[in-house]
DNA sequence: AATCGTAGCAACCGCCGTACA
DNA sequence: TTGTACGGCGGTTGCTACGAT
């Protein structure tokens, strides 16, 4: 897909620098100053390297298209069903969901996620949003199918980047708070959280404002096997994998 | 064949958190 | 402690392709 420059270029500096699609010329330019270089200093990089951008569509590019790691093509069934996992459990949280899903880029999930995953869900009956039965929302099936659009546009019912509902119990939060939390709280939390579903978001509420409130008591490997955790639970291969037999397979392949 | 509507996605925008002087 | 620069993130825009009418 290309995007055509905008009719006119805004005044001063910016007048300069050049906006729309990236060209071919453009793009080996980029490679090859940070395969030279290496990343960074992205706001200077242009002028370095030659190039008539600002400094953060040369990382959007480089980060989104141009880096060697990339994985191009559909998304595969396992990805979508990974992307779907930690939708429920992160939010729109892509650059994390991205960083679980190597050679994906958050903004191919992010789009992937808006035109076809919720989609999706939508005409399976699920909010895209909180991942419940829309009638358990207040929506009919058909109502939101219909309203998809516009509901897309419209702020989450759940919030999940800012200050997600904690556990009746604040305990776990305010040791998180005191910059000693507890992880191990968290996590047995957890556990009893998935002995029901609906309770199971509120313990993936609370792990989540867990990482998101003491990411410096959280070491990443640490992190990284809690999610694992998460993402294996029977519960979600149960969920989801009726939903997806009574839907064939995913609707991957249509892309591109 | 022409027109319209929708899907898909690259790119942009603006905000926020962090690092550093 | 404060101000500034920078990188990163999520939300949104707008263009092209394509199918339906």
């Not at 805004?10 to 030279?36: F, M």
């Not at 480089?62 to 191009?72: A, E, H, S, V």
């Not at 039965?133 to 998809?148: E, K, M, N, Q």
Request: aromatic share 8%; net charge negative.
């Amino acid at each position: 897909m290309t995007r055509k420059p905008p009719p006119e270029p805004r005044g001063g500096a910016a007048a300069q620098l050049k906006r729309g699609p990236w060209t071919p010329e453009e793009d080996d330019l980029l490679a090859r100053y940070v395969a030279r270089e290496g990343e960074g200093r992205w706001r200077t990089l242009p002028r370095r390297a030659g190039l008539l951008r600002c400094g953060k569509s040369c990382r959007l590019r480089w980060m989104n298209y141009l880096r060697p790691d990339i994985k191009r093509g559909p998304i595969a069934a396992d990805e979508e069903d990974l992307i779907l996992r930690l939708h429920r459990l992160l939010g729109n949280r892509w650059s994390l969901i991205a960083g679980r899903l190597p050679g994906r880029t958050d903004n191919e999930i992010k789009n992937y996620w808006n035109s076809h995953l919720s989609k999706k869900l939508i005409a399976q009956g699920i909010d895209p949003r909180t991942h419940r039965p829309l009638a358990a929302a207040g929506t009919s099936h058909s109502d939101a199918a219909a309203a998809a659009p516009a509901a897309d546009k419209t702020p989450p019912v759940v919030e999940p980047s800012v200050t997600p509902p904690l556990p009746a119990d604040p305990s776990p939060s305010s040791a998180v708070g005191d910059g000693g939390g507890d992880f191990a709280a968290m996590m047995s939390l957890d556990a009893e959280g998935f002995e029901g579903f609906g309770d199971q978001f509120q313990a993936v509420d609370a792990a989540r404002s867990g990482f998101d409130l003491g990411c410096a008591m959280v070491d990443d490997d640490t992190f990284s096997s809690f999610l694992d955790s998460l993402i294996n639970e029977d519960h979600f291969v149960d969920y989801f994998g009726d939903h997806k037999d009574a839907d064939g397979q995913n609707d991957q392949g249509g892309a591109n």
